[in-house]
């Protein structure tokens, strides 16, 4: 079992390069994207030996999934906790510029009787993108 633990927590160069790739540009790749840009560096490489990695280094506190409502599962090179906005229209994901709002969790605290372990709060609207598409769409009607 010690040799399974001491396995997983190494850097190798396969989660090395998952890694490298999903904090490249923190576009929150879905696990196929990260494969075809890893794949491109290690064309040996299998999806899933991509979606293993992605567990460990989720395990390791490296990385975080996201499971965002009416959306693949995603990930974010940035492990600390954070908001996310995703457009309705492209399924884009970006970080919310705003802090974690831990007050909430304390404010359960002593009214529920539930341990709480943490919370998700998305944010969903246009990107610039699709809003500029639907504002011509809008105009030509």
Known sequence: MGVEIDKKTRMTQQRRVILEEIRRNNNHPAADEIYERVRKRLPRISLGTVYR????????????????SGAMKRYDGIPKKH??????GCGRVDDAPIA???????DLYGTTVYEIIGHNLEFTGLCPHCSRQQSLQQAAS
């Open 83 to 88: 908001y996310h906005i995703r457009c309705v």
């Open 53 to 68: 990695n992605l567990d460990v280094l989720c395990e390791l506190g490296e990385i975080q999934r996201l499971e965002l």
């Open 100 to 106: 974690p709002l831990n007050e909430l969790e304390d």
